[in-house]
């Protein structure tokens, strides 16, 4: 049984109190609880000082580029379907440049789970606006405020018929790795979006502004997990501001609606043809 | 005229500004993040628009649609961001856009660092998008030149509809030094083929759509003719003690500044070495080597890459006369000594090129 130890990889270089660490180590420890070895797991981000997670966590990583994590991420994980695939980046990475892949990940449904480290704001490139920004947001690249609104990641996935959605936050870790927990056993794609302060460059979404203003949806009475369009009313309701598992089904997967799908991993598939084989393919061009 | 100490990237942004540009789409990338965070905040000041894109790819389609009106538009980002704008640089030069790009490198392939390097010549010059098309290439290696060619850019741009793209690399990016703002050269051009929303005339159509052979091969050899005319007309370099040279080097921005130093060192030793600094990458400044043929003994190439320049200088040199080739890369920058040793080993110890 692999231990926490096994997993820690390259030593983080992010700022002391970061958001992220928590974000990393919820998924270790996630790891660890379900009983996932280290070559088990796949860890494939994109770039951001998020993006460093796939070279701190010691499991198969891909550090890839800036928006594209998730196509990656598909690619590997029907490429072996036997290797635990966790896409990971920012929120300007995965909502800004990344969207578009984000929304096809999201109604594809095959079976990967995404954590996003939402900060608010572009970290690695010392704080200019991102897409979750608030209106009005003041930043390098919004000196009198942002004049756009931001993007609803929640929503947005949630119409596009994601099969699992979670919300945490990095001030409470303890729920962040229960969330990663259930995201990485659900079946079909899995977005946790974590708020993920940046104490460095955001000083308005901090962790004093999450504890204060986060409402858990274990709080709320009557809260349905299954029902998408009442989920979607709470999220405008709170204006995003919830954590817990927000919205769950069981869905068929990419993987399962595919006629054919090979059902051993492709990855350790023998693709040696067999002579026979190509004889009759020969025959059908005679 | 007023002196300012400004960051290489900086000058870049004010400069575009002072030459009309009230267009920036952009979006943040190191080395270059300082032009898209000077343009936010003195883009408003000066009546234009400025705006965060939601990726280079946005960014570069903004600049298409907002040069159509026939004002002036900028973009900037470094070597990973250029390799996404390359469709819309294709399609610029296809619709006959004016535009400035600039680039200031960083490493590759793939992500890179950050470092300096010169590995994006190809790329810039012989077309990273599809299609026969060409980008003017400007080369500075100070923050003077920087701002100065900007200015030139945009004129450029808008005498040939074309977008035209300043080539720079992290060194020149974040370097301080002195610059001086020339007065922007007042030029009459005709943008009468602009999108403007005016009534009362045919109307202009943006488009580079052909699906007739015959009408395609005659948009083919207009564009070969202005390539041809900007190549006779707009190829500029930097002569650095050509006059009695024997032995010649060839280097453009930051090597040729470093490549300056070696040179000076080299004369103290008594060679009569000189270098031509390309300035304009293209059209490749061909007319340079031409009287050098017949005197020259050697060449000598420093770059900060695998070796891209190097091609052209061959191609233009022709066999007439050995071209070394000397080059740091990753983000090294090479240092005078070592283009001294490679110099003396290739043409005095008549050892390897
Ligand atoms: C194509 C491309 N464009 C821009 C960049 C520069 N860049 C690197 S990370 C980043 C944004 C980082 O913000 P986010 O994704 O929210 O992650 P964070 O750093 O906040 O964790 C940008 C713009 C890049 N690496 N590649
Ligand atoms: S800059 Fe912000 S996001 Fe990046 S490591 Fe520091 S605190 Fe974290």
Request: hydrophobic share 40%; proline share 4%; net charge negative.
């Amino acid at each position: 049984m692999a231990t926490l130890k096994d997993f820690r990889g390259d030593q983080p270089t992010w700022c002391p109190g970061c958001g992220h660490f928590s974000v990393m180590s919820s998924l270790q420890k996630a790891a660890v609880d379900l009983g996932i070895e280290p070559h088990e797991m796949g860890v494939i981000s994109g770039i951001g000082c998020s993006g460093k997670i796939s070279e701190y966590t010691r499991a198969y990583g891909f550090h890839t580029l800036h928006g594209r994590a998730l196509p990656v991420a598909q690619g590997a994980a029907l490429g072996n379907k036997d290797v635990k695939i966790i896409a990971s980046g920012g929120d300007g990475d995965g909502y800004g440049i990344g969207i578009g892949h984000f929304i096809h990940a999201v109604r594809r449904n095959i079976d990967i789970t995404y954590l996003v480290m939402d900060n608010h704001i572009y970290g690695l490139t010392k704080g200019q606006t991102s897409p979750t920004s608030s209106q009005g947001f003041i930043s390098k690249t919004s000196p009198k405020g942002s004049s756009e609104q931001p993007i609803q990641p929640l929503e947005t996935a949630l119409v596009n018929g994601i099969s699992f959605l979670a919300q945490g936050f990095s001030g409470n870790i303890k729920q962040l790795n229960e969330l990663v927990k259930a995201a990485i056993q659900h079946k079909g794609f899995a977005l946790v979006n974590v708020f993920s302060p940046c104490v460095t460059f955001n000083k308005v979404n901090t962790y004093d502004f999450y504890k204060e203003n986060l409402i858990d949806i274990g709080a709320i009475e009557g809260y349905d997990v299954n029902n998408r369009g009442k989920v979607i009313e709470k999220i405008r309701e709170t204006n995003g501001l919830l954590t817990g598992i927000l919205y769950q089904e069981e869905k068929a997967t990419f993987e399962e609606l595919t006629p054919e799908f090979p059902e051993a991993s492709i990855a350790k598939q023998n693709l040696h043809l067999d002579v026979n084989v190509l004889k009759a393919i020969e025959k059908q061009f005679q | 005229m007023k002196k300012y100490l400004m960051k290489g990237n900086e000058a870049i942004a004010e400069a575009a500004i002072q030459a009309g540009c009230r267009f920036y789409f952009g979006y943040p990338i190191t080395p270059s993040t300082e032009i898209i965070e000077y343009m936010a905040r003195k883009m408003q000041q000066v009546g234009g628009t400025f705006l965060q894109a939601e990726s280079e790819i946005a960014a570069i389609y903004m600049v298409f649609g907002a040069s159509g009106s026939g004002k002036r538009v900028m973009t900037a980002s470094s070597s990973t961001g250029i390799s996404l704008k390359q469709e819309g640089l294709s399609f610029l030069a296809a619709n006959e856009l004016p535009a400035v790009i600039v680039n200031i490198m960083r490493t590759g392939p793939g992500l890179g660092g950050l470092g300096a390097t010169q590995a994006d010549y190809f790329q810039a010059t012989k077309g990273g998008g599809h299609g026969d098309y060409r980008l003017i290439v400007l080369a500075p290696n100070s923050v003077q030149e920087m701002t100065d060619l900007i200015m030139d850019g945009f004129d450029l741009a808008d005498i040939y509809r074309n977008p035209v793209m300043i080539l720079a690399d992290g060194i020149l990016g974040q370097m301080m030094e002195p610059v001086i703002f020339k007065e922007p050269e007042k030029i009459e051009i005709d943008k009468s083929w602009a999108t403007t929303g005016a009534n009362g005339r045919k109307r202009n159509i943006i488009t580079s759509y052909n699906l007739h052979n015959e009408a395609g091969e005659e948009k083919a050899l207009y564009l070969e003719q202005k390539y041809k005319g900007i190549k006779e007309q707009e190829q500029r370099w930097e002569e650095y003690h050509m006059e009695d040279a024997e032995y010649v080097f060839v280097a453009y921005g930051t090597s040729a500044r470093i490549v300056k130093g070696a040179v000076d060192q080299l004369r103290k030793e008594g060679n009569k070495v000189g270098l031509i600094r390309p300035i304009t990458l293209w059209p490749f400044p061909e007319k340079a080597f031409i009287p050098l043929l017949n005197r020259i003994k050697g060449y000598m190439v420093v770059e900060m890459s695998a070796g891209q320049m190097v091609e052209d200088v061959k191609l233009n040199v022709n066999g007439a006369a050995p071209v070394a080739f000397y080059s740091r890369q990753g983000g090294i920058t090479p240092q005078p000594e070592e283009i001294i040793e490679k110099f003396n080993n290739s043409y005095h110890k008549g050892g390897e090129q």
